[in-house]
RNA sequence: GGGCCCGUAGCUCAGAAUGGUAGAGCGCCCGGCUCUUAACCGGGAGGUCGAGGGUUCGAAGCCCUCCGGGCCCGCCA
């Protein structure tokens, strides 16, 4: 697909004229990798697969896109039995550029340095930077995700990248032109693309390199510009380039990781798509690297198609995602396609989930799929959402299920006492064993997730609904027969033999009946839902929706 | 000023590298079932593939122009 082509162009087609076989994202890239790597005639042990993680802003959705998509990857190539690795780097020496909400305000003192050197806000780890990327871990981590950790840091001062440094800074005039050439540039002609500290002030964003003296790995350089309304010190110094005085800028920064690392792939935003092509210019012309192939994902965007942003306080956070949907979920979602998965949005949590079951039970019913690329395609998006582990068979409950149960009961029950109680009515609904419901850690977090969901987006409200003369009639005389001392299946019985006499459609009967409780066309089973409500409530309730005039009659 | 992405059924999107009878899921309509479920089974309606032009025996796809939506660069990443 042309799309993830753009940067390293393939030349050799007729390789892959005979395979025509449709391929799976993930397995397509991971195939073109091993390809290439022929062509290129790259001999190394372990592919490296790359996925920057931010460290000054705090982690959202998309954040953890970026490395799901790259774990994708690693286990295509593992699939295709190449050793692989994910590098998750941080880029913890980048500088403060803004403060985010909820950082305080003094804390624009920082702006410009890196943020592994300032102070962590919340106090519990060394650094802001190192702050920030732990929240990351820790959501990649929930996700399955495995992973070799890289602090950009302590990258720099192992000195991990001082060759490519070396390298860029000693063709500063070529790295340049390139830009100037790709994106253009407001410096001046001639700039060198390098940060260096300013050893009096700590900043890295304030500085401008005078000089460079290859021979001395070293440069001059001033504290004299200007970031986000913060002026340099003014100091004048030198600072050597080698173990981690300094940084590169992003003009070539990726180009140095990649050439060092050996990375054969590693995704990127729409929003970085000129920084890419840069580096990957830089890469080839000035550090001799092949760059990596990559996939451009689009940004994501809310339920209303607006930019996810944090000034509209629509930001959905991967622990945000964890209090309403599984991480396969999550998995699922992100492995689906790469790029236009536009809105998201956890409102549609249940939605997701769906998928997901649905997902799981076509997997185990392949045959029935007659289109051959439709089913490839749903089979290997399940072996990757389940991180080729393994997917599991289809458990006999539906979260809708779980969760219209939950949006019934009253809100106060501790959550214990919750769990109990919709075992109870679930076991009902499935015919299974109140207690083995109860073992399973994937019912657990469906009652957890239906809590969460209830909680933060309540349930349809009942407005005016509108029901037809007949069932109504129905309805009223199912009312009048219900009596307190009838058992669940008394009740169900009743509601059938109602509808059936009176000649309405069952199905319209019970969707009349849900609609006037929940507000919505279905629920659990009436018969123990009616049961748990108690028939007096639901006859109160029924009458006063009819005295308010919630209920209408239609002609 | 420069550059990128997108536009295909009501909705979400496949299909585009390699031109060959327009697809799926959901929704909707009809029917079936051992008749509640974002459960199953069968069938159906629904698209000038954003517009126009070009190349071609043949274009959703390739080329050009335009329209619409969105994004990036010219601070930083």
New binding site residues.
């Given amino acids: 697909?042309?799309?993830f082509?753009?940067l390293p162009r393939l030349g050799n087609?007729s390789l892959?004229?005979s395979?025509?076989k449709?391929q799976f994202?993930l397995d397509?890239i991971a195939q073109d990798i091993i390809d290439r790597r022929e062509k290129l005639n790259r001999k190394v042990d372990v592919l490296r697969v790359e996925s920057?993680i931010?460290a000054s802003g705090f982690p959202h959705i998309g954040s953890v896109g970026d490395s799901l998509r790259a774990y994708g990857i690693k286990l295509a190539l593992e699939n295709l039995g190449y050793k692989s690795e994910l590098i998750a780097y941080s880029?913890d020496r980048?500088?403060l550029?803004k403060i985010p909400v909820g950082v305080p305000k003094e804390y624009s003192k920082y702006i410009g340095m890196p943020v592994s050197e300032i102070p962590d806000p919340w106090g519990c780890h060394s650094s802001y930077g190192e702050h920030i990327s732990s929240m990351l871990i820790e959501a990649l981590e929930k996700l399955g995700i495995e992973f070799t950790f890289i602090s950009g840091t302590e990258a720099y001062k192992s000195g991990l990248l001082d060759k490519q440094i070396s390298r860029l800074l000693a063709n500063s005039g070529k790295v340049d032109r390139i830009i100037r050439e790709e994106?253009?540039?407001?410096?001046p002609e001639g700039w060198v693309h390098y940060?260096p500290r300013c050893e009096k002030c700590g900043r890295?964003?304030t500085t401008r390199v005078i000089k460079v003296i290859p021979e001395e790995s070293k440069v001059i350089y001033a504290c004299d510009q200007e970031?986000?309304g913060i002026k340099g010190c003014g100091y004048v110094g030198e600072a050597s380039y080698l173990r981690g005085d300094g940084?590169?800028?992003?003009?070539g920064?990726f180009a140095a990781r990649w050439a060092a690392l050996g990375i054969v792939f590693e995704p990127h935003g729409?929003?970085?798509?000129?920084?890419f092509?840069v580096n990957a210019r830089i890469s080839r012309e000035i550090l001799d690297y092949e760059p990596p192939m990559t996939v451009?994902y689009?940004?994501f965007l809310d339920s209303t198609?607006r930019?996810i942003s944090k000034s509209i306080g629509n930001v959905i956070t991967p622990q945000m995602w964890m209090k309403f949907s599984p991480p396969e979920a999550l998995r699922m979602l992100m492995f689906k396609?790469y790029?236009?998965?536009?809105?998201i949005s956890l409102q549609?949590s249940?939605?997701y989930i769906?998928e997901l079951?649905?997902g799981v039970?076509k997997y185990h019913?392949l045959e029935?799929i007659?289109?051959e690329?439709?089913k490839m395609?749903l089979k290997r998006l399940m072996e990757y959402t389940y991180l080729m582990k393994g997917v599991p068979t289809p458990w006999p409950y539906?979260y809708?299920?779980v969760?219209?149960v939950v949006a019934m009961l009253p809100r106060d029950i501790k959550f214990d006492d919750l769990l109990g109680v919709v075992a109870d009515l679930i076991s009902k609904?499935?015919d299974i064993e109140p207690k083995s419901l109860l073992s399973e850690e994937m019912f657990r977090r469906y009652v957890y997730y239906a809590r969460n969901y209830v909680e933060s987006f309540g349930t349809s409200e009942i407005e005016r609904i509108e029901i037809d003369d007949s069932l109504l009639n129905a309805i009223d005389s199912f009312v009048k027969r219900l009596k307190n001392d009838m058992g669940e299946e008394v009740i169900?019985d009743l509601a059938?033999n109602t509808?059936r006499e009176l000649r309405v459609?069952?199905?319209a009967f019970?969707?009349a009946i849900?609609m006037v409780l929940l507000g919505?066309?279905?629920?659990?089973?009436?018969g123990p839902?009616l049961r748990r409500i108690g028939i007096d409530r639901f006859k109160k309730l029924y009458s006063r929706s009819l005295e308010e005039g919630k209920i209408a009659r239609k002609r």
Wanted: hydrophobic residues 25%; without cysteine.
């Fill in positions: 697909m042309r799309k082509l753009l087609r892959m004229k395979e025509k449709p994202w397509k920057g931010g880029d980048d500088g550029r994106v253009g540039s407001s410096k940060w890295i964003y970031f986000k940084k590169l800028s992003w003009k920064e729409k929003d970085i798509t000129d920084s092509r451009m689009e940004m198609k930019k396609r790029r236009s998965t536009r809105s549609r249940p939605l769906n079951e649905n039970r019913n029935r007659r289109s690329r439709d395609t539906r809708t299920a969760l219209n609904y499935y169900q059938f509808a459609s069952v199905k019970f969707q849900y919505q066309p279905q629920g659990p089973k009436l839902l």
